[in-house]
């Protein structure tokens, strides 16, 4: 039974979300302290976030930015808010996937199986071998557990960063389509605006900078993104 986290505080909204998703065996709860979320978030240990962006005290891309710190869940933003930069920033600040409010609860629930199939179902990896770690010159992903590691340094990736960088290094120096990552990351990619992928990449930048990869991704115009077999870095294969 996966666990679900609805992060919202319009009760009527929440109620809905909560029934509809119960009927379908999800173990689901309902924070009612909206001060204590990060402490929710460990103690109920979700498989998935549903999260809204007007909260009161702080907004759901501070709360998505505490969660991070705390899990690798999958988090959906679903708000009534529909400008792009808002669908930007909450990608920018770890959210995996945006629905806009009013929405369909067929939708919704086909993103929420959607997102728990790709995370933990039939197309994850398993740990059984089978493309569970993927290794480019050192350079190795750990897709079970979403961590990247080089040269003894570590960090955490959520699910769709684990996905993109994996679809990059399973084609290494090879142009990847934007429209192939966009399919291996989202269900339905009529839906996801182009910039979404952008941000996305440029977050699986920066968490590769951090341990010490730099320039690895290429950005090929027009065409897709590549993953380069030489980057820049002290001790870096070239």
């Known amino acids: ?117 790709r995370s933990y179902g039939e197309y994850a990896a398993n740990g059984s071998g089978n493309g569970e770690e993927i290794v480019v010159h050192g350079l190795s992903l750990h897709r079970s557990k979403n961590i990247l590691e080089w040269q003894g340094k570590r960090v955490d990736l959520t699910k769709n960063e684990a996905l993109l960088l994996g679809s990059l290094m399973e084609r290494v120096d090879h142009i990847v389509s934007r429209e192939t990552l966009l399919e291996t990351l989202w269900d339905d990619v009529d839906f996801v605006d182009d910039n979404t992928l952008t941000v996305n990449v440029t977050r699986v930048r920066k968490k590769m900078e951090e341990i010490g990869v730099m320039k690895a991704i290429e950005t090929v115009r027009g065409q897709g993104y590549r993953l380069l077999q030489t980057w820049t870095e002290d001790g870096a294969p070239s």
């Not at 809204?52 to 869940?73: E, K, M």
Request: charged share 30%; net charge negative.
């Open 1 to 117: 039974m996966y666990r679900i986290l609805i992060v919202e505080d319009d009760d009527k909204i929440a109620s809905i979300l909560q029934s509809s998703l119960e009927k379908y065996d999800y173990e689901v709860n309902r924070p009612t302290n909206f001060k204590l979320l990060k402490e929710e978030v460990v103690k109920f240990e979700p498989d998935l976030i549903l999260l809204d962006i007007h909260l009161p005290s702080y907004d759901g891309f501070y709360w998505c930015r505490q969660f991070r710190s705390v899990t690798n869940a999958p988090i959906i933003f679903v708000s009534a808010r529909t400008g792009e930069m808002d669908q930007v920033m909450a990608i920018e600040n770890g959210g995996d996937d945006f629905i806009t409010k009013p929405f369909h609860l067929d939708v919704l629930l086909a993103k929420v199986k959607g997102v728990l199939r």
